[in-house]
T-cell receptor
């Protein structure tokens, strides 16, 4: 599975959009981009995933560049409860399902 | 409520004393997995199971055993725990090719 690169940390003002970037320049055609987050030491929580089209759900939006070498997770109106470590993971959807978690981005939402 | 449960949530034990951490899911998921999380090393997969009686090693299987006799349960067994197995452990489950649901975590300390 392709590796990803994320900033170590980011700050965002409460109520503003949080835009979390992820680089995955070696992604291959059958690899999906997944985003999870981990609040303090709780179990990671699935946010969203996509292949090449932009995706949106009740939690966030995922924007994937046309060449698929990078993506951005958007939390449209960040709240204090969105403070967490956000993980960008690239993997194929074969049945092995080994999710490789990197260090992620520590997002701090500030009042 | 759909969930993955783990027991115990916290455990302090001594070197060499066999222990089992249980994991159960009520979503009829085929796939289950165990991870450990250590500071600076992120989440690493220990073992996974694609269905009943089908298990395989992840990235860090040494010192651990698993079994999958029933679809809903996937216990993690430490036959002779050592201090380097002090960690935060997560169980996860999913349907094939779908996102993983994580349990709340088990914090294990081996003295």
């Amino acid at each position: 599975d392709a590796k990803t690169t994320q900033p170590t940390s980011m700050d965002c003002a409460e109520g503003r959009a949080a835009n979390l970037p992820c680089n995955h320049s070696t992604i291959s055609g059958n690899e999906y981009v997944y985003w999870y987050r981990q609040i303090h030491s709780q179990g990671p929580q699935y946010i969203i995933h996509g292949l090449k089209n932009n995706e949106t759900n009740e939690m966030a939006s995922l924007i994937i560049t046309e060449d698929r070498k990078s993506s951005t997770l958007i939390l449209p109106h960040a709240t204090l409860r969105d403070t967490a470590v956000y993980y960008c993971i690239v993997r194929t959807d074969n049945y092995g399902q080994n999710f490789v978690f990197g260090p992620g981005t520590r997002l701090s939402v500030l009042p | 409520e759909a969930q993955v449960t783990q027991n115990p949530r916290y455990l302090i034990t001594v070197t060499g004393k066999k222990l089992t951490v249980t994991c159960s899911q009520n979503m009829n998921h085929e796939y289950m997995s165990w991870y450990r999380q250590d500071p600076g090393l992120g989440l690493r997969q220990i073992y996974y199971s694609m269905n009943v009686e089908v298990t395989d090693k992840g990235d860090v299987p040494e010192g651990y055993k698993v079994s999958r006799k029933e679809k809903r349960n996937f216990p993690l067994i430490l036959e002779s725990p050592s201090p380097n197995q002090t960690s935060l452990y997560f169980c996860a489950s999913s349907l094939p090719n779908y996102e993983q649901f994580f349990g709340p975590g088990t914090r294990l300390t081996v003295l």
